[in-house]
T-cell receptor, first 113, second 114 residues
Framework: DGGITQSPKYLFRKEGQNVTLSCEQN?????MYWYRQDPGQGLRLIYY???????QKGDIAEGYSVSREKKESFPLTVTSAQKNPTAFYLC????????????FGEGSRLTVL | AQTVTQSQPEMSVQEAETVTLSCTYD???????LFWYKQPPSRQMILVIR??????QNATENRFSVNFQKAAKSFSLKISDSQLGDTAMYFC???????????FGGGTRLMVKP
């Protein structure tokens, strides 16, 4: 089955630690995205990538970093510089620019202890 | 920059009845797309329906339909014959014609009661 796989589903982190969230897709999509979701709020864009080896900051990129070395993979690192990292993180992908629909993974819940 | 507003944080409806969720947006562009996404308790986002701004006809997908008022910048979702499985968060989203980045509203939590 084609889809987007995020791991881990739940992650606990101590303050000051970096953590990396995995996102893999086998849909042959060119574009991939990371969104953050907080309780009572909509999704906010962290980073996105339209092609391999290229990515752009979204609305709330501070304290996060990404890489896009392969078309299928778009990992997100939550660094210690992110002041309030506890949130639900959603990865998405789509065909090239102008294609419309985003397909989402099941999300990763990060809790900072 | 565009903004998307969902003014109803929570709503409830009896099973088999009809409910309408509201969404307004602000943009100076003429060509864009609008979406409604559903997020059930499993947390995975699922596309419910989409509308291209250049189309005057309102989109329909089975029990789901929209009322797209371009001049008023309004994009409401109507769910007919509500089912228990419709219980979820519903997000309205906007995208320019060029590019793929979605801007989401704050969401409406819908509870369908038996």
């Amino acid at each position: 089955d084609g889809g987007i796989t995020q791991s881990p589903k739940y992650l606990f982190r101590k303050e000051g630690q970096n953590v990396t969230l995995s996102c893999e897709q086998n849909l042959n999509h060119d574009a991939m995205y990371w969104y953050r979701q907080d309780p009572g709020q909509g999704l906010r864009l962290i980073y996105y990538s339209q092609i391999v080896n290229d990515f752009q900051k979204g609305d709330i990129a501070e304290g996060y970093s990404v890489s896009r070395e392969k078309k299928e993979s778009f990992p997100l690192t939550v660094t210690s510089a992110q002041k309030n990292p506890t949130a639900f993180y959603l990865c998405a992908s789509s065909y090239g620019e102008g294609s419309g629909e985003l397909f989402f993974g099941e999300g990763s819940r990060l809790t900072v202890l | 920059a565009q903004t998307v507003t969902q003014s109803q944080p929570e709503m409830s409806v009896q099973e088999a009845e009809t409910v309408t969720l509201s969404c307004t947006y602000d943009t100076s562009e003429n060509n864009y797309y609008l979406f409604w996404y559903k997020q059930p308790p499993s947390r995975q986002m699922i596309l419910v329906i989409r509308q291209e701004a250049y189309k005057q006809q309102n989109a329909t997908e089975n029990r789901f339909s929209v009322n797209f008022q371009k001049a008023a910048k309004s994009f409401s979702l109507k769910i007919s014959d509500s089912q228990l499985g419709d219980t979820a968060m519903y997000f309205c989203a906007f995208r320019y014609n060029a590019g793929n980045m979605l801007t989401f509203g704050g969401g409406t939590r819908l509870m369908v009661k038996p």
